[in-house]
């Protein structure tokens, strides 16, 4: 899906590779990116390795194998929105 013409033309093409990193990590890691180290890291994949590489290095490291196996699809682990509590009776 990561490196389908669709996703590329949405997420990839129209971005900055900051904010491509951000949206990457979020899609296929379900978080955002844990600090400026790995968005330094996964800059320099998508400098030399292009879109597939930046995919390959999130969907082949070991927390996505940990986290979501090869049967889960990739799910937000961190959700950011409180709920709203609703009044008690």
């Given at each position: 899906?990561?490196?389908?013409n ?13 904010k ?25 994949i ?44």
């Amino acid at each position: 899906m990561g490196i389908s013409n669709l996703y590329i033309k949405e997420f990839y093409a129209p971005y900055p590779n900051t904010k491509v990193i951000e949206q990457g990590t979020k899609h296929f890691l379900g978080r955002a990116p844990k600090d400026q180290g790995e968005i330094r890291t996964y800059n320099q994949i998508l400098a030399t390795q292009g879109i597939r590489g930046f995919i390959s290095a999130m969907v082949n490291s070991m927390e996505y194998l940990q986290v979501f196996g090869e049967d889960t699809v990739p799910y937000r682990r961190f959700p950011t929105l409180l709920r709203r509590q609703l009044p008690q009776q």
